[in-house]
Structures are given as C-alpha cells and as structure tokens.
C-alpha cells in the first residue's frame, strides 16, 4: 500500500514537472504537427489500462488524418506516417502528451506499456497480470526492445506478427517488472529510459548520423581546425591579436584548413568515426599536421610573403 501511494505521489509531482519543463517542446512540435499536416495535433487511442479498465492514451499525432480507418497497429515505412511524424516517432517526442495521462491517473510513468484490446484478448492467464499494475509511459520492454515497428507486410501479417511475436516477447521482459517493482527501481528505469532516446541506438538521429557520417565527419574536423587556427593566433599573442595578424588570421585560414583536409585526406582520417584509438592513427594524424604546417609555410613564404 504504501509503494502504491509513494508511487502515485511521484507520478503526480514528475507529471508537472514533465509537463512545466517540456512545456517550449510541446508547443514547437504541436505548431509542426498542425502545420504539416491536416489533422488534431494530437491523437487518441483506446488502451487497456489497470484492471482491463480502457482509457484514452494520449500522443502527439504522428499520421495522416485518414490513418484511423486503417490497421490499429504500425507497420515499417507505414505509409500513413507522415514526415514530422517519422522524427517524432523515431525521437520518441510523440509521448510526451502521455504525461497528461500520468497526471490523470490512468498511466504512471513506469509500468507495462498499455496495449489495444484487440491484443489483449490474446493475453495468456500469466500475461493478464500485467493488467494488475498500472501501464507506463515506459519499461523494460521500451527499453530493451526498440525494434517494434520493423515489421513489414500487409495489414493482417503485421497484426498477426503482433499477436504471435511482438506481444509475447514485450511481456516477457515486462513480467520481469512486477518482481522488481519498486520507486528506485523505477527511477532506474526512468534514466535507462532517458539514456537510450538521448543515445537513439535505432532512432531517426542515430540512422541520419550513420548515413551522412562523412558530412559530419568533415564539417566537424573544419570546426574544429578553425577553432584551433584561432587558438593557436590567441595563445601567441596573450589574447589580444594585433590588427595585422587579425587581417592575417582571416586571410589564411581557408588555405590552412583546405591543406590540412587535404593531407588528413591522404591518411585517411576522414573515413569514419573514431570508436578506439590505435597508435597508427595518431602517428597519421602526426604526419598530416606537420606535413600540413610545412606546405602553409612554404606557400606563405612563397606566395603570400609581404
């Protein structure tokens, strides 16, 4: 009893706190979402909650307004999603509006994800247990199985994938919460939680990272040339550049980065990311700022000289 009223007290005071922090977020994407695309900013789905009790779970919404006459469930590259709606999947931002439903009392903010009824007639007698706690905003099974939507297939198959795959896998790991249940455990899973949308292992962030990793890569290293060019000029002259190397810093730089691109280029530091650190790397990083330095100085010598 008492874990159910310290539970219920936290839920309440994270809820407005959730509610008052992210308050700028929910009206930046609420604007996207009604500009984007005809439709409520939110959506609205019937879930089975405590005591198979069916409550209206709240998200932002992340398809085209048509999308309720389709499948209730969400497919791979489900066609209905529309873009605004792909980020905020991917992003997880769609929940937010879930603390509505925490501050109401219908969710907490850990507990088994709700479903719809249509899969919970298929729960088996030790599955229904998950019924006797109040759903999450998240749990173990948000956490640890991201994957929900890579699915593809007609209506039926996705349903039916849901129904023999998905729903057994999710409450698997989800009975593993009623054994733990408690406030600090649940203030573990809350930064788990945090820890994999800030990471976003198989998000919309992570795969646009992994796609354009080259064009992050080089405008990364340019930043980062830049800012050591224009450190190098600060520490030299204790901060306070003369106005002739200030002239001289601007009219170089370009030419300094674009050769040390070049020779990073030739040792093939612009490849990928750095996971771990081999001695081979730093000694071609070595060699590409000091044959680098070298080829600025001799230009400058040659060619930019008085």
Same mark, same amino acid.
């Given at each position: 009893m008492l874990y159910v009223v310290s539970k219920r007290a936290f839920d309440l005071l994270s809820s407005v706190i959730g509610l008052i922090v992210f308050s700028p977020v929910i009206l930046v994407v609420a604007v996207a979402v009604k500009l984007t695309s005809k439709g409520p900013v939110f959506f609205r789905q019937d879930r089975v909650g405590l005591n198979g009790r069916i409550f209206r779970i709240f998200k932002f919404r992340t398809m085209t307004v048509t999308a309720a006459n389709g499948p209730k469930v969400t497919a791979k590259n489900d066609a209905r999603i529309t873009t605004v709606g792909k980020i905020l999947r991917q992003t997880k931002l769609d929940e937010i509006p879930q603390l509505l439903n925490v501050f109401w009392g219908t969710m907490s903010f850990v507990g088994p994800r709700p479903e719809i009824p249509a899969l919970v007639e298929t729960y088996t007698p030790e599955q229904k247990a998950l019924l006797t706690v109040k759903p999450g905003i998240t749990s173990p099974a948000t956490i640890y199985h /991201?994957?929900?939507? @890579?699915?593809?297939?007609?209506?039926?198959?996705?349903?039916?994938?849901? =129904?023999?795959? #998905?729903?057994? /896998?999710?409450?698997?790991?989800? &009975?593993?919460? #009623?054994?733990?249940?408690?406030?600090?455990?649940?203030?573990?899973?809350?930064?788990?939680? !945090? !820890? $994999?949308?800030? *990471?976003?292992? *198989?998000?919309?962030?992570?795969?646009?990272?992994?796609?354009? /990793? /080259?064009? !992050?890569?080089?405008?990364?290293?340019?930043?980062? !040339?830049?800012?050591? %060019?224009?450190? $190098?000029?600060?520490? =030299?002259?204790?901060?306070?550049?003369? @106005? %002739?190397?200030?002239?001289?810093?601007? =009219?170089?730089?370009? &030419?300094?980065?674009?050769?040390?691109?070049?020779? &990073?280029?030739?040792?093939?530091? #612009?490849?990928?990311?750095w996971r771990y650190v081999s001695i081979s790397d730093i000694i071609s990083v070595a060699k590409a700022l000091v044959l680098s330095a070298i080829a600025m100085l001799a230009f400058e010598y040659f060619f930019l000289a008085g």
């Amino acid at each position: 009893m008492l874990y159910v009223v310290s539970k219920r007290a936290f839920d309440l005071l994270s809820s407005v706190i959730g509610l008052i922090v992210f308050s700028p977020v929910i009206l930046v994407v609420a604007v996207a979402v009604k500009l984007t695309s005809k439709g409520p900013v939110f959506f609205r789905q019937d879930r089975v909650g405590l005591n198979g009790r069916i409550f209206r779970i709240f998200k932002f919404r992340t398809m085209t307004v048509t999308a309720a006459n389709g499948p209730k469930v969400t497919a791979k590259n489900d066609a209905r999603i529309t873009t605004v709606g792909k980020i905020l999947r991917q992003t997880k931002l769609d929940e937010i509006p879930q603390l509505l439903n925490v501050f109401w009392g219908t969710m907490s903010f850990v507990g088994p994800r709700p479903e719809i009824p249509a899969l919970v007639e298929t729960y088996t007698p030790e599955q229904k247990a998950l019924l006797t706690v109040k759903p999450g905003i998240t749990s173990p099974a948000t956490i640890y199985h /991201r994957d929900e939507e @890579d699915v593809s297939g007609t209506a039926e198959e996705v349903m039916d994938y849901h =129904r023999k795959v #998905l729903v057994p /896998r999710k409450a698997q790991y989800d &009975l593993g919460y #009623l054994e733990k249940k408690s406030i600090s455990y649940d203030i573990k899973l809350i930064l788990l939680t !945090l !820890l $994999a949308v800030v *990471s976003n292992e *198989s998000g919309y962030v992570r795969e646009k990272a992994v796609k354009n /990793r /080259r064009a !992050l890569i080089i405008a990364a290293v340019a930043v980062l !040339l830049c800012v050591a %060019y224009y450190v $190098a000029f600060l520490i =030299r002259f204790e901060g306070a550049i003369p @106005d %002739y190397y200030d002239w001289k810093l601007k =009219r170089t730089l370009p &030419l300094i980065v674009a050769i040390q691109f070049i020779f &990073l280029g030739v040792f093939g530091q #612009l490849e990928g990311y750095w996971r771990y650190v081999s001695i081979s790397d730093i000694i071609s990083v070595a060699k590409a700022l000091v044959l680098s330095a070298i080829a600025m100085l001799a230009f400058e010598y040659f060619f930019l000289a008085g």
